[in-house]
C-alpha cells in the first residue's frame, strides 16, 4: 500500500482540481510493476482513443475528455482488460503484468471501483471455475442445470449486496449483471455437445423442455455489450447451436453434422445470424468470428474457402474486417506446402534479428511454439521436442517464444538449459499470430530448407506423415 499512496495522492490532487472546473473530464492512470510494454493503449469498443507513456517509475496517466460514458479496455502489450468509465470518475490501477500475475494482481482504486473490481473477480471465478464445470458436463441435463444455477445465484447473491451497500448507476449495474448471467447461459449452451464428448455417448442428450427456459428472453442486440467477451462468447456458441441444431434435424437425416462439410454449417450460421441480429456491430462482429474461424478450421485453398469469403463479404459491411479476411486467407495461402517461408523477423538471445529463411536456410526445420503464462505445456512441450529431436536427428527444432518479456524469455532459457541458439523471441506477438496463422500453442511449422513442408502442423504429429 505504501507503493501506491504516491500516486493515489497525486490523482486525487489533480482530479480534484480539474474536475471542479469540468465535470465531464475522466482520469485512468495506474502502476505496472514488470512491465511488457512501454505504453498502455484505451480502447472504446475495438477502437483506441488514447494512449499513455509510461514514465520512469512505470507510472501512466490519462486525461480524458468528452468520452462516451461506459465499458471500456485498457490493453498493455500482449494483454488487456476490461475498465468501466463514467464521465467525471477518477480510477486507478495496479497490476503485475508477469503473465501469470496480470489478472490476478489487477486492483481499482477511486470511483467505480466496485464495479471494476466486480467484474475483475468475476472473470477470475469463472476460470477458477473451469475444471469444476467440466466435470459437471458429465452430469444429466436436470442435475446439470441445478449446479450452474446453483453458481449463479451465489454470485447474483454477491452482486445484490453490492448494490444494497454502494450507490452505482443504472448502467454499471446492467454491465456487472452481464458478467454472471451471459457466463451462465454460455454453459447451458455448450452442455449438449460436451456432455456428448466426456460422457462418449454416440448422440445428442435429448434436453428437458425448460433447460433453455431463459432463451425466450434474451436480448440478441445489445449495443453496450457488443465488445464484452460474457455475452459475446455467449451469442457465437448460442448460434453455433442453434445452427447445428437446425442443420441436426433439417440437413443430415438425424446424422451428426460432423458428416456435413464446414462450408455447409457456417452458412447455416451466417444465415442465422442474418435473420436475428440487426445491431450493427453486432453482426459485424459475428460475421467476422464466424469467418476467422472457419478459415482457420480449414486452411485449404479450395472453391469451397472462396464460395464462403463471398458469403461474408455480402453479409459484413465492415470494410475493416473485409480486409482483414483478405489477408488471413493471403496468409493461409502462403503457408501451403512447397511456398516460401514468410519474411518474419525474429530476435535471438542476444539481440540480434533474423528472418525464418535465414534461420531455416540450408537445414530441415521444425518450428514450435511457447510462452511463459503456460508454464505446464512449456514444460511438456520442452520434454516431447528433446525426445522428438533423438529420434529425428535430422532435424533442426526451433523454439518461438510468445507474450513474454525479454528478460523474462532469457531467465527461462537458462532455467531449462535450453540451446539458445535454436531460441527465438517474437516481440510483436499480433504479427506473428497473423502471419503464421497461429490458433494454438501446439502448432509447429516445418520446413526443408526454406520451402515449406507443412504449414499446419501440430507437434504431437509433426512427423506422422514425414
Known amino acids: 500500500m505504501n507503493k501506491i499512496l504516491p500516486l493515489i495522492l497525486f490523482c486525487i490532487s489533480i482530479s480534484c482540481t480539474d474536475n471542479k472546473e469540468n465535470k465531464d473530464i475522466v482520469y485512468f492512470a495506474g502502476e505496472i510493476v514488470n ?74 482504486s477511486g470511483d467505480n471501483e466496485e464495479v471494476n473490481n466486480f467484474l475483475i473477480e468475476m472473470f477470475l471465478t469463472n476460470e477458477d471455475e473451469a475444471a469444476l464445470i467440466r466435470e459437471y458436463y458429465k452430469l444429466k441435463p436436470e442435475a446439470f442445470s441445478k449446479k450452474i444455477d446453483s453458481l449463479k445465484k451465489q454470485k447474483t447473491d454477491e452482486l445484490k449486496d453490492l448494490f444494497n451497500n454502494v450507490e452505482i448507476s443504472e448502467e454499471a449495474k446492467k454491465i456487472a449483471s452481464a458478467s454472471i448471467i451471459y457466463n451462465s447461459y454460455l454453459h447451458k449452451e455448450r452442455y449438449p455437445f460436451y456432455h456428448k464428448k466426456y460422457t462418449g455417448e454416440s448422440s445428442i442428450h435429448e434436453l428437458g423442455k425448460d433447460f433453455y427456459a431463459y432463451r425466450k428472453d434474451l436480448d440478441l442486440n445489445n449495443e453496450e455489450l457488443s465488445y464484452f467477451r460474457p455475452y459475446y462468447d ?9 445452427s447445428f441444431m437446425d442443420c441436426y434435424k433439417n440437413c443430415a437425416d438425424n446424422a451428426i453434422p460432423e458428416n456435413v462439410s464446414m462450408l455447409h454449417i457456417n452458412r447455416h450460421k451466417l444465415k442465422m445470424i442474418d435473420s436475428v441480429v440487426s445491431e450493427k456491430k453486432l453482426r459485424n462482429n459475428l460475421f467476422r468470428n464466424i469467418a476467422v474461424d472457419y478459415l482457420i478450421k480449414e486452411h485449404e485453398i479450395s472453391k469451397e474457402s472462396e464460395a464462403f469469403i463471398a458469403d461474408f463479404k455480402a453479409l459484413s459491411t465492415n470494410k475493416e474486417h473485409i480486409e482483414e479476411i483478405n489477408d488471413l486467407y493471403g496468409n493461409i495461402k502462403s503457408l501451403q506446402i512447397n511456398q516460401d517461408l514468410p519474411d518474419l523477423v525474429l530476435e535471438c538471445a542476444t539481440g ?48 518461438i517464444n510468445l507474450k513474454t518479456g525479454n528478460e523474462e524469455w532469457l531467465n527461462m532459457i537458462a532455467e531449462r538449459n535450453l540451446n539458445k541458439e535454436n531460441q527465438y523471441w517474437a516481440k510483436d ?38
Open 234 to 242: 455467449f451469442l457465437k456458441h448460442h448460434f453455433g447451436n442453434l
Open 352 to 399: 540480434k534479428e533474423k528472418t525464418l529463411k535465414s534461420i531455416a536456410k540450408n537445414q530441415k526445420t521444425v518450428f514450435y511454439f511457447w510462452t511463459s503464462d503456460r508454464k505446464r505445456h512449456f514444460r511438456n512441450t520442452v520434454n516431447l521436442i528433446n525426445q522428438l529431436q533423438k529420434e529425428n536427428p535430422s532435424y533442426t527444432f526451433v523454439g
Open 429 to 466: 506477438f499480433k504479427t506473428v499470430q497473423k502471419t503464421l496463422i497461429l490458433d494454438n500453442l501446439n502448432k509447429c511449422i516445418i520446413a526443408n530448407d526454406t520451402i515449406i513442408v507443412n504449414g499446419f502442423g501440430t507437434i504431437q504429429n509433426a512427423f506422422a506423415t514425414n
Open 35 to 108: 512491465p511488457t510494454s512501454d505504453f498502455v493503449v484505451l480502447y472504446k469498443d475495438n477502437k483506441p482513443i488514447d494512449s499513455a507513456a509510461l514514465d520512469a517509475e512505470n507510472r501512466f496517466q490519462f486525461k480524458l475528455e468528452n468520452i462516451d460514458e461506459g465499458l471500456h479496455h485498457f490493453d498493455h502489450a500482449p494483454q488487456y482488460q476490461y475498465v468501466y468509465l463514467e464521465k467525471g470518475d477518477s480510477v486507478l490501477i495496479r497490476l503485475n503484468a508477469a503473465p501469470a500475475y496480470f489478472d490476478e494482481s489487477l486492483v481499482f
